[in-house]
Nanobody, 124 residues
Framework: VQLVESGGGSVQAGGSLRLSCAAS????????RGWFRQAPGKEREGVAA????????YYSDSVKGRFTISQDNAKNTLYLQMNSLKPEDTAMYYC??????????????????WGQGTQVTVSS
C-alpha cells in the first residue's frame, strides 16, 4: 500500500489546515488508518485514527475537539481537518495504515504502511 500525504503548510495560530492521504489500494474493514506527527527532538505521537470496521474514531488528548479525521472510501483518501491550530502542533505529519487493527490501540500500535510526511508549521 502506498500512501501519499498532501495539504501541509504554514499557518498562523488559530488557523486551519486540511491534510489528505491518498492510498493506492482499497481500505478493507480490518484496517485502521491514522495520522501521526513528529516534532524535532520529540517522539512520534499518534494524533487521530479511524477503524474501518465500524468507523470508530480516536484522538489524542492534545487534539481532541480541534482535529477531525474522516475518510472518502470512493477516493481511498483519508483526511485530517485541523482547526484552532497552535504553535505546538508544528510537526511533520504522517499518515499510516494498519492492516489488522481489531483489538489494538490505533494510536499506539505499530502500523504496517507509512506515507512520506507533510510539514505543518504554526506560527504564533
Amino acid at each position: 500500500v502506498q500512501l501519499v500525504e498532501s495539504g501541509g503548510g504554514s499557518v498562523q495560530a488559530g488557523g486551519s489546515l486540511r491534510l489528505s492521504c491518498a492510498a493506492s489500494e482499497y481500505t478493507y474493514s480490518t484496517y485502521c488508518r491514522g495520522w501521526f506527527r513528529q516534532a524535532p527532538g520529540k517522539e512520534r505521537e499518534g494524533v487521530a485514527a479511524i477503524y474501518f470496521g465500524d468507523y470508530s474514531t480516536y484522538y489524542s488528548d492534545s487534539v481532541k475537539g480541534r482535529f477531525t479525521i474522516s475518510q472518502d472510501n470512493a477516493k481511498n483518501t483519508l483526511y485530517l481537518q485541523m482547526n484552532s491550530l497552535k504553535p505546538e502542533d508544528t510537526a511533520m505529519y504522517y499518515c499510516a495504515a494498519l492492516v489488522k487493527c481489531m483489538g489494538k490501540d490505533p494510536l499506539h500500535h505499530e502500523y504496517n504502511y507509512w506515507g512520506q510526511g507533510t510539514q505543518v508549521t504554526v506560527s504564533s
